[in-house]
T-cell receptor
Framework: NAGVTQTPKFRILKIGQSMTLQCTQD?????MYWYRQDPGMGLKLIYY???????DKGEVPNGYNVSRSTTEDFPLRLELAAPSQTSVYFC???????????????FGDGTRLSIL | KNEVEQSPQNLTAQEGEFITINCSYS?????LHWLQQHPGGGIVSLFM???GKKKHGRLIATINIQEKHSSLHITASHPRDSAVYIC????????????FGEGTQLTVNP
């Protein structure tokens, strides 16, 4: 099991460029999440998905889009990169079994993104 | 005021010391999570608990639901314990999502 795999690990973008952060998991988890982590701040939820074909906004969705066409993949799209989107992005997944919220999340290694 | 507050923000200890990191929350929860973020950036789940106490090796997590407070203890600390420790809660009203504290940076010196 590779767990949660994120690509790329690092990327530098120019303002206005677009890119897709890839996330894939091989644990057959229903729930997947995208977070951003800014220095000195807690993780903030961007978007999440409770299963293939279902996505929902988190706390900070502006400037991002997601899709969930398969159980395994949950890509995050930045359409018009802005300096405020400079951050470290984490993808996570968890099983949908058990009581609500009572399962640990498995995290990818993160993508460090700089917008210049 | 954040819904999940951790203290201290930064903690420096000498190898062998007993360490306590605190987490207070202001919302109803279904579970509380403790996570560890390594210096390289990776995040792993340490504990998930909804009552009482859990132990794994030198790490112990406790929760008091009535006081809305949790503690993470590290016994016989070691330099390899140096990391950011993050508290997060699953709310009763939105259990599929976590709300995170800002983390506690722990440094253990040899």
């Amino acid at each position: 099991n590779a767990g949660v795999t994120q690509t790329p690990k690092f990327r530098i973008l120019k303002i206005g460029q677009s890119m897709t952060l890839q996330c894939t998991q091989d644990m057959n988890h229903n729930y997947m999440y995208w977070y951003r982590q800014d220095p000195g701040m807690g993780l903030k939820l961007i978007y999440y998905s409770v299963g293939a074909g279902i996505t929902d906004k988190g706390e900070v969705p502006n400037g991002y889009n997601v899709s969930r066409s398969t159980t395994e993949d949950f890509p995050l799209r930045l359409e018009l990169a802005a300096p405020s989107q400079t951050s470290v992005y984490f993808c996570a997944s968890r099983t949908g079994t058990g009581a609500r919220g009572n399962q640990p999340q498995h995290f990818g290694d993160g993508t460090r993104l700089s917008i210049l | 005021k954040n819904e999940v507050e951790q203290s201290p923000q930064n903690l420096t200890a000498q190898e062998g010391e007993f360490i306590t990191i605190n987490c207070s929350y202001s919302v109803g929860i279904s579970a509380l999570h403790w996570l560890q973020q390594h210096p390289g950036g990776g995040i792993v789940s340490l504990f998930m608990l909804s009552s009482g106490k859990k132990k794994h090796g030198r790490l112990i997590a406790t929760i008091n639901i009535q006081e809305k407070h949790s503690s993470l203890h590290i016994t016989a600390s070691h330099p390899r314990d140096s990391a950011v420790y993050i508290c997060a809660v699953s709310r009763e009203t939105s259990g599929s999502r976590l709300t995170f504290g800002e983390g506690t940076q722990l440094t253990v010196n040899p």
